[in-house]
Each structure stands twice: as C-alpha cells, then as structure tokens.
C-alpha cells in the first residue's frame, strides 16, 4: 500500500477539529441531554458529508460498493454513534479537560487492534507512545477520581477595585461540618498590580 506525503496535514486538521469538537460539545451539552445532543451532532455531519458526496458527484459509486465493503462501514458507524453517545455523557459530567484525553485513549487501542487484526508493524516508538498515552490517561482518572472540592471563580470590575466571588463545593461529613457558603473578596486592582 502506498502513501501520500501530506497525509500528515490531514491528521493535524483532524485533531484541530477534534479539540473544537471537545469544547464547543462541553458548551452544547450544558442545557440539554446528551443522547439529543449526539442526535443534533449527528444530523449536522450528515448534512455535511451528503453534500460533498452530491457536490463532488460521487452518487454513481453507490452501487459499486461490496457487502463486505458495507458491512464493516456500517459497524464502523454503530461503533462512532455508540463512542459519540459515551463521549458527549461523559463530557455532561466532567470537565473536558480530563474527558479528551482519555478519549484519546483509543488511539492505544487502535495502535494494538491494528497489530492484532492489520498486520501493521509495532515499532519501539510506537510503543512508547502508546505507553505514555495510557499513563497520561491513567493520570487524569486517577484525578477525577480523587478531585478536590471545585472551586468556581467570578469576578466583575468596578472602578479600580474588583469584586471577587468563589463559590468553594465542599460536601458536608461529620468530621468536616462545613456547608458550602460563598466567599466575597474585594479588592483593590491598582495596589495590587503595584
């Protein structure tokens, strides 16, 4: 099999557009429920990949395709909704920080299950890689696990002095009675920066 030179720029967009997806599917999934926010994603790349298919006249093509050609495209799509179904979920309950690169994980397993099943060669690099990923994504799961109490910043200007409000969710015990309770900080911006 052969390869073209810039398949690397493709990749790069790839992960431009996966970090967009993070952050603009963290916002969208705010206010609603994440199956009918997967659901309105995937309308929207419906659209998107029908019009270039129709735009570049590639209709034709259709009829040409193998069952097994179809087959596996199809249990390709059931594992990206069932993924996206999991990935928007997890993404409601976690900051996306933490949810995109464990996400990512999958490119460990992708790096294994092209191995086992491709035939695709495992090069010391590609295994420190992969290595270093899995870590990295223990690392953030491990913090998700054991997260400190969040702690929610705002703050709005008046003048030269600038009000403060951190909201601290620290959940009651009987060793720690404490009840979660805003904390209001005024201070003066000019002194400060001084």
Known sequence: MTYEKTWWIFAL????FAALTAIFAKIGVEQIN???????????????????????????????????????????????????????KALQMAPASWVAPVDKLGLALVLFLSFLFLGEALTLRTILGT????????????????????????SSAVGTETTIEAEVAIEPTETNPVLASPITMTTDVATDLK
């Open 13 to 16: 967009l790839s992960a431009f």
């Open 34 to 88: 994440s199956n009918l926010a997967t659901a309105i994603r995937t309308v929207v790349i419906l659209a998107i990949a029908w019009g270039i298919v129709w735009a570049n006249g590639q209709f034709q093509a259709l009829s040409s395709i193998s069952s097994k050609t179809l087959l596996f495209l199809v249990l390709s799509g059931v594992a990206t909704g069932l993924s996206w179904l999991c990935y928007f």
């Open 131 to 154: 290595v270093l990923m899995v870590l990295g994504a223990i690392v953030l799961i491990y913090q998700g696990i054991v997260e400190p109490p969040s702690v929610a910043v705002e």
